[in-house]
């Protein structure tokens, strides 16, 4: 066995520290960058935790809706009832809800319209003929579709 010298000595144990210390900065670097990822998860879960109570006030909304559209004469009653229909809204803006609405005329497309009936229609087919119901986005994902109606 031939014994080390100083120099060589110094010279492995400074390539092992490099060694541990690049080791550590990576483990370093995958730590932090997992907790930037968790706490984006988090954020998501945050967000999107809502989402069945949300779909249960945009039910309660679209009940307003349907009232408020039977609801013939105009009276007092009547306007508090919208007071606060729009204060369900931007409630529900607040939260992230977006309405979403279908322009009649506008092509029919299956990622944020739900199409209850095909009809015969001077429109050309593919087209929407008719909004049946709003549809809903909890902050860019559809939670309900628009429900329409479209040309065949």
């Not at 931007?90 to 279908?102: F, H, M, N, P, R």
């Not at 902050?139 to 479209?150: D, E, L, M, N, Q």
């Amino acid at each position: 066995m031939t014994e080390e010298t100083m120099e060589e000595k110094v010279s492995r144990l400074e390539k092992e520290k490099e060694e541990y210390l690049e080791g550590w900065k990576r483990a370093k670097a995958d730590f932090l960058n997992m907790k930037k990822e968790e706490e984006e998860r988090v954020r998501e879960f945050i967000k999107f935790g809502n989402e069945a109570i949300i779909r249960s006030m945009v039910s309660v909304l679209e009940s307003f809706y349907l009232g408020l559209m039977a609801w013939k004469e105009e009276t007092p009653e009547k306007k508090g009832m919208m007071l606060v229909r729009a204060q369900l809204e931007e409630t529900l803006k607040k939260y992230g809800v977006e309405i979403i609405q279908a322009k009649i005329g506008e092509e029919f497309n299956p990622e944020k319209h739900e199409c209850l009936l095909l009809e015969a229609s001077e429109s050309p087919t593919g087209t929407i003929t008719e909004e049946v119901e709003k549809g809903y986005a909890l902050y860019g994902k559809i939670i309900r579709p628009v429900r329409v109606k479209v040309s065949k």
